[in-house]
């Protein structure tokens, strides 16, 4: 099993969102390497749900990728925000998971929280000038931001 971390704005869709609907697809990733990590990604692996572009930003809780990578339609949809026209049905260009709803933490771990923890020093979402929405994490990493999430 590998470990994730997967960021959504909140006020497009939220953990609490995909609590309500109990899983949904994560498309509309529209970055070559965040779309490579996607494709490594495999059913039953857990993400980190991160809220970004929020104030503050941060780890709100836990998501298991349900389905793997596969070809993501709203790239072939011309009423989509995420429309691609270089991306067909024959040669698609962009992929997509579905990930389920694990938990909401009772603690928000902000991301100055993860800069604070010397123990996460070296996670990808730390470092100056990360911006994927989709990125791998050290499970030592991911231990430990689930432990303060969790409030241990």
Not at 25 to 48: I, S
Not at 79 to 93: G, I, V
Request: proline share 7%; charged share 30%.
């Amino acid at each position: 099993m590998s470990t994730w971390l997967m960021k959504s704005e909140p006020d497009v869709f939220s953990i609490e969102t995909l609590k309500k609907k109990g899983h949904a697809p994560w498309d509309g990733v529209r970055n070559y390497q965040a779309r490579n990590f996607m494709k490594d990604m495999k059913a039953g692996d857990v993400v980190l749900f991160y809220h970004s572009s929020c104030q503050p930003p941060g780890v709100a809780g836990l998501a298991r990728v349900k389905k793997e990578s596969h070809p993501d339609p709203t790239a072939w949809d011309k009423k989509s925000d995420y429309f691609d026209p270089r991306s067909t049905p024959e040669k698609p260009l962009w992929f997509m998971v579905e990930v389920a709803y694990l938990e909401t933490f009772p603690h928000f771990v902000s991301l100055e929280e993860l800069k604070a923890d010397g123990f996460l020093a070296g996670m990808r979402v730390t470092q100056k000038g990360s911006r994927l929405s989709v990125q791998p994490v050290e499970k030592k990493h991911f231990d430990r931001v689930v432990a303060l999430g969790r409030g241990r």
